[in-house]
């Protein structure tokens, strides 16, 4: 009997961690449909109340307020509808109740129904486990063609 | 024992719920694989014998049959090789036997050796579990830069 | 008893496959951050230490250091920082400690800080589990608009 308790306490820790890297790729995705819908408040979600959102064009946003600001801003008014925000393929690292993830960005636009790719970037992306589930700590954002991009993406954990 | 056989149960309801999720990004992904490689018949049977492909530009497909024929057409037919249909990022979201998905698509050609973006649209996907495996029910598409597209984003659940 | 020792063998099973499939998507997928950081060393070690990698621009690699060379050339290191090699969207397909993916890579690279893609392929990548873990013995790159792409792509499995 001790056994089997055994068994199903481990199968149930590996279930959850397959279970917490599928909730933080669609905590990552979603970002891009509320953005590309226009939902600034929805998309700021996806962080902590007090998380941060460092992008080297807007700078550092401190909080899901700052973050719904950037979105609400002509700047990215403007792109929508039209825009994707892509935030993806990338690497999950689990730590218990936090994580981080490497990966890409690409933001998309279209301008007189020609889709262009306006931004590809490098992210280093940290995670808490809340009673909200998942959210975002901190995303740092960098152009890719930049050092720092370039250290983010040597952060990647060997696999 | 009624204590294990009520761990195993929570745990075999988990499993099933991560190995459809996995089941459903691969089905999803396969479509691009059959239409890039000119094998209608493969990307229609995505679909349930009856499902609906309803796409701005084509129109509705009602039925495998239609959405054969129009991957038949000379229109798709000119672009393989040299396509590359893909159904990523997408947010799934499962209940039960069905699921949906909210994501992007996007449709890349290439012409004269130089590969460029065809269309970018937003996709809701409904699926079934059925006899053969998950299927879609109906999958509607909209180009990126219409409000149509807007509200299939506006869709995605929050996670 | 047995019974229930059944049915956690069973997930145990069930529940390693969906490991392996996560464990494959996220070593596929760091190709990219070694490759586009410089870390020709990293890059390599996803594949077997005498792995091949034919790609239809260098050729016929065997083993790391051929790979680390090839990504130590001029060619490659003129494109970083600034390149993204995005391994994505795949479709894994599993048998016990081998397994194969069929899907699409993506290059990017951005001069004068305009991103461009230079070049959509697919590829077929056979995989082993081994004591490092999984890693690739073989992938197979073929740009998009040829006959041999074509061919990859159509040995997707039916899902």
Redesign the interface.
């Known amino acids: 009997?001790d056994e089997?308790?055994k068994?199903?306490s481990a199968?149930?820790a590996?279930?959850r961690a397959?279970?917490d890297?599928?909730?933080l790729?669609?905590?990552m995705?979603?970002y891009?449909?509320?953005a590309?819908?226009?939902?600034g408040a929805?998309a700021s979600?996806?962080w902590t109340e007090d998380g941060v959102y460092d992008a080297d064009g807007p700078g550092v946003m401190s909080g899901r307020g700052a973050i719904v600001a950037m979105l609400s801003e002509e700047g990215h008014q403007s792109m929508?509808?039209?825009?994707?925000h892509?935030?993806?393929?990338?690497?999950?690292e689990l730590d218990g109740d936090r994580a981080t993830a490497?990966?890409?960005s690409q933001v998309?636009r279209?301008d007189d129904?020609k889709?262009?790719?306006f931004?590809?970037a490098?992210n280093r992306w940290e995670f808490a486990r809340t009673d909200e589930?998942?959210r975002v700590v901190r995303r740092t954002n960098r152009r890719?063609?930049?050092?720092p991009?370039?250290?983010i993406?040597?952060s990647?954990?060997?696999?």
């Not at 590309?36 to 939902?39: A, C, F, R, T, V």
């Not at 892509?86 to 999950?92: E, K, R, S």
């Open positions: 009997m089997l308790q068994r199903l199968l149930e590996r279930l397959v279970e890297e599928l909730a790729y669609r905590l995705t979603s891009g449909p509320a590309d819908s226009g939902d929805k979600e996806i929508v509808p039209g825009c994707a892509l935030n993806h393929p990338v690497v999950i490497v990966g890409y998309w279209t129904g889709h262009r790719v931004r590809l490098a589930g998942w890719l063609d930049t050092a991009a370039r250290e993406l040597r990647t954990p060997r696999q």
